[in-house]
């Protein structure tokens, strides 16, 4: 049996372990398991546009950062009581990809802790027709990524919160995510364990039952290359925002008494195409936001300082002006 190495993190940043994650994939060539728990963030898959897939004024009001993964599948709430794990291995093309194969060692363990998880019909792990995993999974020439959740103490009000929003503003392609019931491992477990405490005798256990898990700790250069990936990568709005498919946006609004009817087509996070009606007195309103705005990222502090020569004109707050545009 192979050696697989096993790595638990010790950072908590949702940027650090995202770019870990891919520079395993992409820059090792041995099989791996990491496991890492984030502070409070949004992660959205690299398919789906981002503002249609989160509550943003949640986010913006409670510091929630948004960050895009390197695999598909849909939108998901880190907390310190959300798990996260990645397993990394190689193998033929043709058999890289096998959900129920990948999450075996989780599932293992739990049933052998009495708690019945099992697989369900989209990629993620089930307890009583509950979600507590979604998992999702990215091909790299002849190795696999599967990664996901696990649920075990998360802030489940906010999870709600953060991935509330309108889906009749966005028109696009993108991947849409598919909302179900969730649950909390914790109340399941006989211990008194946070969720640090869950994860370590989680990898205890599966080290216990696999004896090809080798622990791992990452060289200066590892720790290099995952900084530059992180810093050029994740932590930039090009990549977590800008990088979805192309959408339109439509909204109409009342504000200080006229009405505005706005749509848009965005392009790699840019205003390609704007059309606002309005009964605004306001001549050439339409004229002016096109030409202040067009090929600008739809983007609020650029939207705001696009616009600041014409504010005055409009007699509108600032909340109130990018209400508009979101």
Same mark, same amino acid.
């Given at each position: 049996?192979?050696?697989?190495?096993?790595?638990?993190?010790?950072?908590?940043?949702?940027?650090?372990?995202?770019?870990?994650?891919?520079?395993?994939?992409?820059?090792?060539?041995?099989?791996?398991?990491?496991?890492?728990?984030?502070? &409070?963030?949004?992660?959205?898959?690299?398919?789906?546009?981002?503002?249609?897939?989160?509550?943003? &004024?949640?986010?913006?009001?409670?510091?929630?950062?948004?960050?895009?993964?390197?695999?598909?599948?849909?939108?998901?709430?880190?907390?310190?009581?959300?798990?996260?794990? /990645?397993?990394?291995?190689?193998?033929?093309?043709?058999?890289?990809?096998?959900?129920?194969?990948?999450?075996?060692?989780?599932? $293992?363990?739990? $049933?052998?802790?009495?708690? &019945?998880?099992?697989?369900?019909?989209?990629?993620? %792990?089930?307890?009583?027709?509950?979600?507590?995993?979604? $998992?999702? /999974?990215?091909?790299?020439?002849?190795?696999?990524?599967?990664?996901?959740?696990?649920?075990?103490?998360?802030?489940?009000?906010?999870?709600?919160? /953060?991935?509330?929003?309108?889906?009749?503003?966005?028109?696009?392609?993108?991947?849409?995510?598919?909302?179900?019931?969730?649950?909390?491992?914790?109340?399941?477990?006989?211990?008194?364990?946070?969720?640090?405490?869950? %994860?370590?005798?989680?990898?205890?256990?599966?080290?216990?039952?696999? &004896?090809?898990?080798?622990?791992?700790?990452?060289?200066?250069?590892?720790?290099?290359?995952?900084?530059?990936?992180?810093?050029?990568?994740?932590?930039?709005?090009?990549?977590?925002?800008?990088?979805?498919?192309?959408?339109?946006?439509?909204?109409?609004?009342?504000?200080?008494?006229?009405?505005?009817?706005?749509?848009?087509?965005?392009?790699?996070?840019?205003?390609?195409?704007?059309? %606002?009606?309005?009964?605004?007195?306001?001549?050439?309103?339409?004229?002016?936001?096109?030409?202040?705005?067009?090929?600008?990222?739809?983007?609020?502090?650029?939207?705001?300082?696009?616009?600041?020569?014409?504010?005055?004109? %409009?007699?509108?707050?600032?909340?109130?002006?990018?209400?508009?545009?979101?």
């Amino acid at each position: 049996m192979p050696t697989t190495y096993s790595i638990l993190s010790e950072r908590n940043e949702p940027s650090f372990n995202l770019a870990v994650e891919e520079y395993l994939l992409r820059n090792k060539s041995d099989d791996f398991q990491f496991f890492y728990i984030n502070t &409070p963030s949004v992660i959205i898959g690299k398919h789906q546009n981002a503002l249609a897939e989160i509550n943003l &004024p949640y986010l913006e009001k409670n510091n929630i950062p948004l960050y895009r993964r390197l695999s598909g599948g849909g939108t998901v709430f880190h907390d310190k009581g959300n798990i996260n794990f /990645c397993f990394i291995k190689n193998g033929e093309q043709s058999n890289l990809v096998d959900f129920k194969k990948a999450t075996e060692p989780i599932v $293992n363990v739990l $049933n052998a802790w009495g708690i &019945p998880v099992r697989n369900g019909e989209r990629n993620d %792990l089930l307890v009583d027709y509950k979600k507590i995993s979604g $998992n999702a /999974c990215h091909v790299f020439k002849r190795r696999v990524m599967h990664h996901g959740t696990l649920l075990f103490d998360a802030d489940l009000e906010a999870l709600t919160d /953060c991935l509330k929003n309108d889906p009749l503003k966005f028109k696009d392609k993108a991947v849409k995510s598919v909302r179900s019931e969730v649950v909390n491992l914790k109340p399941l477990i006989l211990q008194n364990w946070d969720a640090q405490k869950f %994860l370590e005798q989680l990898v205890g256990a599966m080290k216990q039952e696999r &004896p090809e898990l080798v622990s791992y700790s990452f060289t200066k250069e590892d720790l290099h290359h995952i900084h530059e990936l992180q810093s050029s990568k994740y932590d930039q709005n090009d990549w977590n925002y800008r990088y979805g498919p192309s959408y339109e946006f439509n909204k109409r609004s009342r504000l200080a008494g006229y009405v505005f009817a706005l749509s848009m087509k965005v392009e790699k996070g840019k205003m390609t195409e704007i059309s %606002l009606k309005t009964n605004h007195p306001e001549k050439d309103l339409n004229i002016h936001i096109n030409r202040l705005l067009h090929m600008k990222y739809h983007d609020k502090q650029e939207i705001l300082n696009s616009l600041s020569e014409i504010r005055g004109k %409009l007699d509108l707050s600032e909340r109130s002006l990018l209400s508009l545009f979101f």
